[in-house]
């Protein structure tokens, strides 16, 4: 059978422009909303330059180190990412890749090893492939770094935790994660990343966080493509100075930044 061809065949999925990408780049820069950021969370904070994390994350911090992301979950992108995710548009995924990669770079920090967000093997049946696995994989391409899709398994599905109230969603995610039986004893000291399409409570990525560093994980950053704001995060002025300097980093710095040699990977 001849292969399909993408539902994009070269036409920006935004303007509708004959392109070379998916997303031409007149569209990344109008719609890319470049606000500073929670260096925890990657929620928009306009004292990010000075404070680093948002009132939220000084009462109570999240289980990863920081989380970083190329786009906020607000239309037109909502729009993509659906797309991506649920018709696998393999068009979108280099664009969207390229973005988180661009995102990521700027943060320069330690990782050894990237790690998908893994689906419950009834969702991956459904969908037949892991979104945060596509991603991940072209992350690790484009930054060479190492990734696997077998040191985290999923035990069980869960509920949308976005229909749950708090309490509800720490029950429904607690132990749905576990380490594939031969990463256990090999994740002692890493620096891991994690990859998810879009970070809304951080309920999902904390859990895994709270089970690597039991596994003794030394440092845990959160890749996301899209961040859901809340609802008054996007109102900040869009000509404000970002932040790109990572708490942890140190710019520049072989030992520390993304494209350093992880040991024993
Ligand atoms: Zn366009
Ligand atoms: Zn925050």
Redesign the pocket.
Known sequence: MPRKLPAWSGLCAMCGRWQSQAVCSACVRTWRIDLPR?L??A?P?PDAARAG??P??EARQPEFDRAITALDYVPPWSGLISRFKFQRDASLRLTFVQLMADAIRQRPHRVDLILPVPLSAARLAERGYNQSWLLAKGLGQALQRPVTDEALVRTRGTPRLMTLDSEERLRAIHGAFQVGPVWAGRLRGRHVALVDDVLTTGATLDEISRMLRRHGVAGLSAWVLARTPTPDALMQPSTMAGASEDDAAVPGSAAESVGARGSGL
């Open positions: 929670c925890r969370c929620l904070w994390a948002c939220a994350c």
